[in-house]
């Protein structure tokens, strides 16, 4: 009997003591920063951020495809540790790698599913990207254009999309160089 309550007093003590350790689980949130190709590419180095999905979100189409997402913006669904950041902290890193002020799209990628968007899951995550897109109004001094909308269903894109970049390290190269996008975020974030 002794060596019973022994075993289940050692089993329960690791079970709790396992339990207090363990990491608080990870979190997602949905970004859409122009191409997907680029907003996963800058968005995975953002420290905390765990994986880095791109697809489709934000329209009625049911299994949008690259070819036939009318309705939907390129978006990117990031997993993140929130032990290791905030959600403010990632939406201000995810506004960074952006041109918040362009109404129509990103750099060469003009049109409705370029447009720059913030998905909000909850009240708490609307009041952080708010505060963070009026900060962020204030340090360019111009309106920002990015939309913060309710969370949608996120449809992850085709798999050669995924990881475009480090897969397809040429290709990828020559159209972020082609589309001048590191020179325009940087003539828009210059100084600030």
């Known amino acids: ?42 968005t995975e180095h953002l420290p905390g951020v765990t ?53 129509n799209g990103q750099i060469c990628d003009q049109g409705e599913s370029y447009r720059t968007a913030v998905f909000v899951a909850d009240a708490d995550e609307r009041a952080s990207a708010e505060a963070v897109k009026a900060q962020i109004s204030k340090v360019l001094g111009k309106p920002v254009a990015t939309k913060v909308l309710p969370a949608s269903t996120f449809w992850p894109a085709e798999a050669y999309h995924q990881d475009y970049a480090r897969k397809n390290p040429v290709a990828y190269n020559a159209y972020r160089v082609g589309c001048g996008r590191d020179r325009a975020i940087k003539a828009v974030w210059a100084g600030r």
């Open 1 to 42: 009997m002794r060596r019973n309550l022994l075993a289940i007093t050692a089993g329960l003590a690791l079970t709790l003591g396992g339990a207090a350790g363990a990491a608080a689980p990870l979190k997602t949130a949905i970004f859409a920063g122009g191409c997907f190709w680029s907003a996963e590419h800058d």
């Open 51 to 103: 994986n880095v999905v791109v697809g489709y979100s934000g329209g009625a189409r049911v299994n949008p495809t690259y070819g036939n997402h009318a309705g939907h913006l390129e978006a990117i669904k990031v997993t993140y540790d929130p032990a290791k950041t905030s959600y403010t902290k990632l939406v201000a890193g995810f506004f960074r790698h952006i041109d918040p002020t362009d109404p």
